[in-house]
Antibody
Framework: QVQLVQSGAEVKKPGASVKVSCKAS????????ISWVRQAPGQGLEWMGW????????NYAQKLQGRVTMTTDTSTSTAYMELRSLRSDDTAVYYC?????????????WGQGTMVTVSS | DIQMTQSPSSLSASVGDRVTITCRAS??????LNWYQQKPGKAPKLLIY???SLQSGVPSRFSGSGSGTDFTLTISSLQPEDFATYYC??????????FGPGTKVDIK
């Protein structure tokens, strides 16, 4: 079945970097874009950015520009999100989500989420 | 950037009630509006895309309407499994896909 499986929970110190993976299966990876969305504890959803799995083009949320990099490895059907210079307010569950086949920017398949905790 | 607002921020309802949630965009987004349901500890689930198209597998008691700046999500007869938080999200601006702040639906 179509699914996205993310890497496990991470604990990082302020100033460090984290790289979360999202492995796709059950569909043609390069035919859909992938977005990353995060959710701080008790808070709403925040879109972080989008990458085309076809050509690697990216769009990032302005507030994260310069700290976030999204990449894909088409040989393993895996998307990655790296966030640098971590701060305590980066503590959140990070989700990858696939574009709907008919609407770019509507997310029909989601990963299970990866908890990233930033603490000294 | 396009800003999204939702009302109410929370509501209490009973099983069988008709529930309506409103979402407003800061500028016209045509019909590029999507609705998600999220339960505690779970990933969001797409319910409605393009303002009124029901995602495959989603019960028909969910419906969406609107265009331009004003949108609604309606649950025609609330079921026990529908108690959750609902988010709208615009996909008009391909540079940033903004979510609304959410509406929590709980049991009266």
């Amino acid at each position: 079945q179509v699914q996205l499986v993310q890497s496990g929970a991470e604990v990082k110190k302020p100033g460090a970097s984290v790289k979360v993976s999202c492995k796709a299966s059950g569909y043609t990876f390069t035919s859909y874009g992938i977005s990353w969305v995060r959710q701080a504890p008790g808070q709403g959803l925040e879109w972080m950015g989008w990458i085309s799995a076809y050509n690697g083009n990216t769009n990032y949320a302005q507030k994260l520009q310069g700290r976030v990099t999204m990449t894909t490895d088409t040989s393993t059907s895996t998307a990655y999100m790296e966030l640098r210079s971590l701060r305590s307010d980066d503590t959140a569950v990070y989700y990858c989500a696939r574009d709907h086949g008919r609407i770019v920017g509507a997310f029909d398949i989601w990963g299970q989420g990866t908890m990233v905790t930033v603490s000294s | 950037d396009i800003q999204m607002t939702q009302s109410p921020s929370s509501l209490s309802a009973s099983v069988g009630d008709r529930v309506t949630i409103t979402c407003r965009a800061s500028q016209s987004i045509s019909s590029y509006l999507n609705w998600y349901q999220q339960k505690p500890g779970k990933a969001p689930k797409l319910l409605i895309y393009a303002a009124s198209s029901l995602q495959s597998g989603v019960p028909s008691r969910f419906s969406g309407s609107g265009s331009g700046t004003d949108f609604t999500l309606t649950i025609s007869s609330l079921q026990p499994e529908d108690f959750a938080t609902y988010y709208c999200q615009q996909s008009y601006s391909t540079e940033v896909f903004t979510f609304g702040p959410g509406t929590k639906v709980d049991i009266k």
